[in-house]
């Protein structure tokens, strides 16, 4: 069914709407997936904060004009699939690759970060990006572990002290 210039007006709308917020995009050909697997796609893809969208070509390359993925317009050919991370820049990666291991016909094409373009063999390093909790996670254990090595010192004379005593009382007991 053709869309109406309305219809198309607001595809567009939409995409760019979330393009200007996106963290990262990726667009993954999905040629030959079913129904079922690509409603389990977009089910998960509601649940991590990725926007997911299957739209014409011509329309996703109006939309992203002005925004940190117009990289991608002169790279998209054939039928493709874009995610849009909103929360976490590796979301849509990490979503995409998880999928694409169950699903040899999800091929992702194309990652774009910070207004570059990559190919899809980046898929896995953007994958592997922390999570915003984890990040967080990470600079906490950083900005502690200086603070626990400062008390670890200072209460080591004082254990020293109670090991060295405890030595010359072993010492004592057994002569």
Known sequence: MALTLEQKKAVVAEVSEVARTAHSAVAAEYRGITVGKMTELRSKARKEGVYLKVAKNTLVRRAVEGTDFECMSDSLSGPLLFAFSIEDPGAAARLVKEF?????????????????????????????????????????????APIEKFVRTLAEPHAKLVRTIAAVRDSKQAA
């Open 100 to 144: 694409a291991k169950d699903n040899d016909r999800l091929v992702p094409r194309l990652v774009s970060v910070g207004a570059k373009l990559f190919d899809a063999g980046e898929l896995e390093r953007l994958s592997k990006l922390p999570t915003r909790d984890q990040a967080i996670a990470m600079l906490m254990g950083t900005m502690k």
